[in-house]
């Protein structure tokens, strides 16, 4: 047996701040020859420009407007980003859209960690990534949604898709009835990460 | 492993702190500590699944209390440390403070060598296994049934990936879930749809079923 009373006395030690241990990672990889200073602010920099909701969005506005990509997009999601110059990681191998229907509402998490398919739908906000999202969304589903502001009816069925592998999903959501006539552009513009995420509808 | 990462399910945590375009990162440390994990394992440094097992093998207390990118960021230093790019002692000296690291784990494992090919349309079992290395089940699933509804292309299979074990790539299921099935207490109506791996399933003995 261990000495419980030895371990739980042990002197708490206090952290080095996160500024400090970041500059201490970084030494080291460049050190090693891994990376340099410029690479890190070039990658944080493509991050913020490349990865963002408006990619996810227009698949979906075009989705909309175009019965035949709809199809494609469905069928073989990474073959249909990829034809509008939207590329994953090379681990993302997958990627499916899950398209909400009058009958049925998707909601996507990442119980283990946080995955997402951030290089389309944009890197997860704080909250996707907090315990109380990952840990409760699976198992109450229709309290979670209704806290976050998204009432669903009775008879809604609400499927969860927990990204427990690299297999990425993005979930289409309806098309606003408001929305006929517009164009793919003005569609694409109001598609927001959050209904992609599926914590949102844009009927309001 | 049963680690605290592992919380679908897990009771008492409360309201989802939620807001509108929420902000990705809080702090410049932060966007830089997503740009050193993305890069080292772009340039084939480390795998992503060595790098989730990382991270859940930090000290279960450190895991709780830390944000997103600093549990990011020990996974990231502590398989530096790992694989011989520096010491735990340089760490320290370079922040000028104490870098705590993640615990060392237990081993991998290979291929489920009985495992089975699935349809869509199979009712299927995840096995009731207990994995202390590292392993993509989430213990709600464990023993669970459930109907197989897609196939995915062949990932390389996460318990053996992460700790540099030799093993086939295996396809992922996307299995249905009735959530009664997960919790038949405590939870509302819904269907969880999880991406389970070849070696985690069995076929469903013949007999009456409830799965749907």
Not at chain 1, 90 to 119: G, K, P, Q, W
């Amino acid at each position: 047996m261990g000495d419980l009373t030895k371990q739980s006395s042990a002197k708490p030690q206090i952290s080095a701040n996160l500024n400090q241990r970041v500059f201490a990672v970084k030494h080291v990889l460049e050190r090693a020859g891994v990376l340099a200073e410029s690479d890190i602010e070039a990658f944080a920099q493509m991050a913020q420009e490349s990865w963002i909701p408006q990619n996810g969005a227009r698949l979906i506005a075009r989705a909309w407007t175009d019965p035949a990509f709809k199809q494609q997009l469905l069928q073989n999601g990474k073959a249909a980003a990829e034809s509008m110059g939207f590329g994953m990681p090379a681990h993302h191998r997958h990627f499916v859209v899950l398209e909400n229907t009058e009958r049925v509402h998707n909601v996507i998490c990442c119980s283990l960690c946080s995955c997402t398919a951030f290089s389309i739908i944009g890197l997860p906000p704080d909250w996707y990534k907090d315990f109380e999202y990952r840990s409760r969304v699976v198992r109450q589903a229709r309290s979670v949604l209704a806290e976050m502001g998204l009432i669903l009816a009775a008879d809604t069925e609400i499927r969860v898709w927990d990204t427990t592998a690299d297999t990425r999903y993005m979930v289409m959501p309806r098309r606003p009835s408001i929305s006929e006539g517009w164009s793919e552009a003005e569609l694409a513009s109001i598609i927001t990460k959050e209904s992609m995420i599926g914590v949102s509808s844009l009927e309001q | 492993m049963d680690g605290v990462h592992d919380l679908g399910g897990r009771q008492g945590f409360g309201p989802v702190r939620y807001a509108r375009n929420a902000a990705v990162f809080h702090h410049d440390w932060e966007r830089q500590a997503n740009a050193l994990y993305a890069l080292c394992a772009r340039k084939g440094l480390i795998n992503m699944d060595e790098y989730r097992h990382a991270i859940e093998r930090m000290e279960p207390r450190h895991y709780l209390s830390a944000s997103y990118y600093e549990r990011s960021l020990t996974g990231l230093a502590s398989l530096l440390v790992e694989k011989g790019l520096a010491s735990a002692e340089e760490l320290n000296a370079l922040a000028a403070g104490h870098f705590p690291l993640s615990l060392p784990g237990s081993p991998g494992r290979g291929n489920v060598s009985d495992r089975s090919c699935f349809k869509p349309g199979d009712q299927v079992r995840v096995r009731s296994d207990y994995i202390s290395g590292h392993v993509r089940m989430p213990a709600y699933i464990r023993g669970k049934s459930g109907l197989v509804i897609s196939a995915s292309p062949a990932y390389p299979f996460p318990d053996a990936h992460a700790h540099g074990l030799t093993a086939d790539d295996e396809p992922t299921y996307d299995v249905r879930f009735q959530a009664k099935e997960l919790w038949p207490e405590a939870s509302e109506p819904a269907l969880v749809h999880v991406g389970v791996f070849e070696s985690y399933l069995e076929p469903l003995p013949d007999g009456p079923s409830t799965v749907t």
